[in-house]
C-alpha cells in the first residue's frame, strides 16, 4: 500500500533548502510518495506544471516516488510528452508514477489551449494509445483523429516502466483505465463504488487481453486537526477558495478531524481494495500535514 501527500503550492515555491527539507521530512516519516497537481490556469490563473515539478522533486532526493495526479495530456502534443517521461525515467529510473485525467472543472483552462473542451476524452485517448505506442522505442506510425506521424522513435525506452494511473469518476474514466492504465485513480466516490468501478475496470481490462490493472488508488482532501470544527473550517475554506463550488458538493467524499480518525474513514477503501491513496492535508503548517499523512499511513499499515 502506497501513502503519498501533495506537493502544494507553498512547498512548490517556497525555496530550493526548504523544499528539500519538507521532501527530507516525508522520507524520514515514512511516506511513500509525492503527488502534485497540473494546471496551465485554473480559475484564478494559479497552475503548475505537474512534469516540471516532478522532475525537481525527484532530484530532491532519489527515494521518494512522485505522482502527478493527474496530468492533463489532452492538452499536449504527446510526442514531446513522451519525450519528457523518457528524459525523468533516465535521469529517475522508478521514481516517476503518470496520472492522467481530462480536466473540465475550468473549461475555459481548456479552450485557452486552444482545445475543444469536448473534445477532451478523445483526445486524452490518442494521447494515451501514442504514449503507449512509442514507450517499446521502437518507430511507431500513429494515424488519427488528432495526429498523424509516421515513425516516432523516442529512446531510450523507459526502464523500468513508468506507470499509468487513469484519473476520474465517470464511466469514461473507467473503460480508459481498463484500455491503457495501470490503475485507476478514484475521486469523489464512496467506497462501495470503489469496489464496483474497480471491479468493472478489471473485467473490462481482461475483456481486451490485458493484465487486470493491479495500482488502483483514490485521491482526497483532508482537514487535519484536533478540534473536527475548526478542521472541518479550514478544509471547507480551501476547497472552495480553489473549486469554486460549495464545500457541501465535496464533504461525504473529505474526511476532516484528527489523523486518527481520518485514517478510520480511509480503512473503508482499504478494505474495499484500495492499495493507493493520494491525500492532501489541509493544516495548520506544512509540517503538520505531513507528520498527519505518516501517521494516517502508519494507523492504515
Not at 525527484?58 to 516516488?65: I, L, T, V
Not at 502534443?77 to 516517476?96: D, F, K, Y
Not at 457541501?248 to 477503501?269: I, Q
Request: hydrophobic letters at 45%; charged letters at 25%.
Amino acid at each position: 500500500m502506497l501513502v503519498g501527500t501533495v506537493a502544494s503550492f507553498e512547498l512548490l515555491s517556497c525555496s530550493h533548502k526548504e523544499r528539500r527539507e519538507h521532501v527530507t521530512r516525508m522520507v524520514d516519516k515514512g511516506i511513500d510518495h509525492i503527488f502534485m497537481a497540473d494546471h496551465v490556469s485554473f480559475h484564478n490563473g494559479l497552475g503548475m506544471d505537474g512534469l516540471i515539478n516532478a522532475a525537481t522533486i525527484a532530484a530532491q532526493d532519489e527515494r521518494m516516488k512522485v505522482l502527478v495526479g493527474v496530468y492533463l495530456l489532452a492538452l499536449r502534443h504527446p510526442l514531446p510528452v513522451a519525450r519528457q517521461l523518457a528524459t525523468i525515467a533516465q535521469a529517475a529510473p522508478g521514481q516517476l508514477i503518470l496520472g492522467v485525467g481530462v480536466g473540465g472543472e475550468d473549461r475555459n483552462e481548456i479552450a485557452m489551449c486552444g482545445v475543444d473542451p469536448a473534445t477532451r476524452g478523445r483526445r486524452t485517448d490518442e494521447c494515451l494509445a501514442v504514449l503507449e505506442g512509442v514507450a517499446t522505442g521502437k518507430p511507431f506510425d500513429f494515424d488519427g483523429e488528432f495526429f498523424q506521424f509516421e515513425r516516432a522513435l523516442i529512446k531510450p525506452a523507459p526502464n523500468p516502466a513508468i506507470p499509468i494511473l487513469i484519473g476520474g469518476r465517470v464511466d469514461a474514466s473507467l473503460e480508459r483505465a481498463a484500455r491503457y492504465g495501470d490503475g485507476w485513480l478514484a475521486v469523489w466516490v464512496s467506497p462501495e463504488r470503489f469496489e464496483r468501478a474497480t471491479a468493472q475496470v478489471d473485467a473490462r481490462a481482461v475483456e481486451l487481453g490485458r493484465p487486470a490493472p493491479t495500482q488502483h488508488g483514490l485521491q482526497l482532501w483532508a482537514g487535519i486537526g484536533d478540534d473536527r470544527d475548526a478542521a472541518r473550517a479550514r478544509l471547507a475554506e480551501a476547497m472552495q477558495k480553489f473549486y469554486h463550488v460549495p464545500f457541501e458538493r465535496f464533504e461525504k467524499y473529505s474526511p476532516y478531524g484528527t489523523p486518527a480518525e481520518v485514517a478510520d474513514f480511509l480503512a473503508h477503501y482499504k478494505e474495499k481494495g484500495c492499495g493507493l491513496f493520494n491525500i492532501m492535508p489541509i493544516a495548520e503548517s506544512e509540517a503538520a500535514g505531513i507528520d498527519a499523512v505518516a501517521e494516517i499511513r502508519a494507523r492504515l499499515a
